[in-house]
Nanobody, 123 residues
Framework: QVQLVESGGGLVQAGGSLRLSCAAS????????MGWYRQTPGKQRELVAA???????NYADSVKGRFTISRDNAKNTVYLQMNSLKPEDTAVYYC?????????????????WGQGTQVTVSS
């Protein structure tokens, strides 16, 4: 009933910028926290940034001052603007969202992940 579709990954040189987008679709009633995580081979998935429905944000220390998370509630979309990229930012980036959806008159809460988008930063 619900899916998250990411876009915007790619290859960029160190110091460059990328903007990731993640759009939620389906029978959505509301979305609470939306966030971006990243994962490299052999490591656990880690939180990069998160934003609540009210606009409060939280960032990993490693990206503070370089990355900005934002959302468009009317479009059910979250963005991650990544500036001053470093080779250590190379990872698969995943979108995550806490969503209330409905099937007919019944409402459900669930946590969803996107399919992931590769970000590669060359030195």
């Amino acid at each position: 009933q619900v899916q998250l579709v990411e876009s915007g990954g790619g290859l960029v040189q160190a110091g460059g910028s990328l903007r990731l987008s993640c759009a939620a679709s389906g029978n959505i009633f509301s979305i609470k926290t939306m966030g971006w995580y990243r994962q490299t081979p052999g490591k656990q998935r880690e939180l990069v940034a998160a934003i609540t429905s009210g606009g409060s944000t939280n960032y990993a220390d490693s990206v503070k001052g370089r990355f900005t998370i934002s959302r468009d509630n009317a479009k059910n979309t979250v963005y991650l603007q990544m500036n001053s990229l470093k080779p250590e930012d190379t990872a698969v980036y995943y979108c995550n969202a806490d969503i209330t959806y409905y099937i007919g008159p019944v409402y459900f809460d669930n946590n969803y992940w996107g399919q992931g988008t590769q970000v590669t930063v060359s030195s």
